[in-house]
């Protein structure tokens, strides 16, 4: 799936996201936050100049955030997107605010919509993960120039074709070929197969 419809579907499916950044010992604090708008360029969302929020991510200029739609854990996707924001000024302002009218009520006056500051999350990389599906969907992607990391286990040369390790997958996405082959678009990254393998063919990234 291209980058730019993981964005369409996090901004006007999930919308409401729980974002984490660091306070100023290195802590985590999280805050639920509504992706506004997005395009090529990346995702983007408002806060207040008066918020703690805004002096974090001023500070630290980088965020983690994880949004989920669905009934149950069985009928949910999840996203999830870390990379850098900055501040990007008032100019888009107007179109995140006519594409999220509900912020009327909120902010009623020009005045006090002053307060409000514009923030891209323009660079980084996350993961779209599927339990709706049989068996579950999973990858990465990344925009900004960044690359999408390898990550997950993987099956070295070192797999003498026992078969151990398909017998503990839990979505059956190890296939066998001489040696075995993890499909990582299914895998639950559970670690079974490293745990059992014998030769310790099984590496994680």
């Keep these: 799936m291209e980058t730019i419809k993981i ?15 660091n306070d100023e010992n ?3 604090v999280t805050c639920a936050i509504d992706i506004m708008d997005y395009d090529e360029n990346g995702l983007y969302f408002l806060t207040a100049k008066g918020k703690n929020f805004y002096k974090r991510l001023k500070t630290n200029g980088y965020l983690s955030l994880t949004g989920i739609k669905g009934e149950n854990t069985l009928s949910c996707v999840a996203i999830s997107v870390h990379g850098e ?3 990007i000024g008032s100019e888009r302002l107007k179109r995140l605010l006519d594409k999220n009218p509900y912020m009327h009520e909120i902010y009623p006056t020009e005045q006090s919509r002053s307060a409000l500051a514009v923030f891209c999350l323009y660079v980084g990389s996350g993961e779209w993960f599927d339990l709706s599906k049989k068996p579950i969907e999973r990858f990465s992607f990344s925009f900004g120039g960044t690359g999408a990391k390898a990550n997950g286990y993987f099956i070295t040369d070192k797999c003498v074709g026992c078969g151990k390790c398909l017998t503990v997958c839990p979505q059956d996405c190890i296939i066998m070929d001489k040696k075995a082959t993890i499909k990582k678009e299914n895998c639950l990254h559970c670690g079974n197969c490293m745990q059992i393998c014998p030769t310790k063919a099984v590496i994680r990234k």
Excluded: D, N
Excluded at 7 to 21: D, G, R, S, V
């Design 7 to 21: 964005f369409k579907y996090l901004q006007e499916q999930i919308h409401t996201t729980i974002i984490a950044t």
């Design 26 to 28: 290195g802590l985590p």
């Design 85 to 87: 924001v900055k501040e």
